[in-house]
């Protein structure tokens, strides 16, 4: 058996991220590829330097501009990525959006399009890619990140609560179900974290105040916090978590 340390690595293996061109996505794929994988990044813009920082650590990379909210994107995307010389074995379901308004006032545009990325992309990514790993007979890892909310209701994001709250019973139902073929399935949960989607909270004073207050770190999560976790959810290290839940959110959900 290969040493503890070693069990971490993913040398030989392929990442398949989306929501990769920035903040959490951005930080897990480079993650990845320093833990040896090579590394396919979907979003809906390519971002070059992130794709020439990877390939500057000896992986290959390839970007795919997706929009995963799309029916069709699932598909296009595996196919793209083997036309590029690579087949992922490990899948990180991080594309989400978020929109912000009043219960009553919440639109069902609002309602859909984040649906469609958050819960639907990852459904038909999931779907797309597990089948292909069955299909070769082939061993893998699908981290959903969910979040925060997707143990409590929040306020204003009623299309984000819904969505993040389904995904994690996806997660166990996927896993149960791939389990047995090879495929292990578990999420990521990030606590408050410095990205485009908190960008609202961290400008509000009282909301930020209020959030850190009950941060028992004292302080907002970093994208780098996530790294070390996303690659030990993609190794072999947690050959035996199925369905599980890693929170990486400063003691929140503890407190």
């Known amino acids: 058996m290969a040493s503890v340390l070693d069990r971490f690595r993913l040398d030989g293996r392929a990442a398949l991220v989306t929501g ?31 794709e020439q920082s990877i390939a500057a650590l000896g992986r290959r990379v390839h970007g795919v501009a997706a929009d995963v909210g799309q029916p069709a994107a699932a598909a296009a995307i595996l196919r793209e990525a083997e036309a590029a010389g690579l087949r992922p074995d ?13 219960f009553l006032e919440f ?17 038909r990514l999931s779907q797309a890619f597990a089948a292909g790993l069955v299909a070769r007979k082939a061993r893998g890892s699908i981290v959903n990140v969910a979040s925060l909310l997707s143990f409590q209701g929040g306020i204003r994001v009623a299309s984000y609560t819904a969505a993040k709250s389904a995904l994690l019973g996806l997660t166990r ?23 485009d989607n908190t960008e609202a909270l961290r400008a509000d004073p009282v909301r930020s105040a209020e ?32 369905g599980s839940t890693l929170a990486v959110d400063g003691g929140w959900l503890a407190r």
């Open 107 to 123: 639109s069902s545009a609002d309602w859909n399009d984040v649906m469609d990325v958050n819960l639907g992309g990852a459904f």
């Open 90 to 102: 490990i899948l990180v379901n991080n594309a989400g959006i978020i929109r912000r308004a009043p």
């Open 173 to 195: 139902l996927m896993a149960n179900e791939l389990a047995g073929q090879g495929i292990k399935v578990n999420a990521l949960v990030p606590g408050y974290m410095v990205t």
């Open 20 to 50: 990769a061109s920035r903040g959490l996505g951005a930080a897990m794929a480079t993650a990845l590829a320093e833990a040896g994988a090579d590394v396919v990044l979907v979003a809906r813009t390519r971002n070059a330097a992130l």
């Open 211 to 242: 959030i850190l207050g009950r941060i028992p770190a004292g302080r907002w999560g970093r994208p780098e916090d996530l790294q070390a976790a996303v690659v030990f959810l993609a190794s072999s290290a947690s050959d035996y978590m199925h």
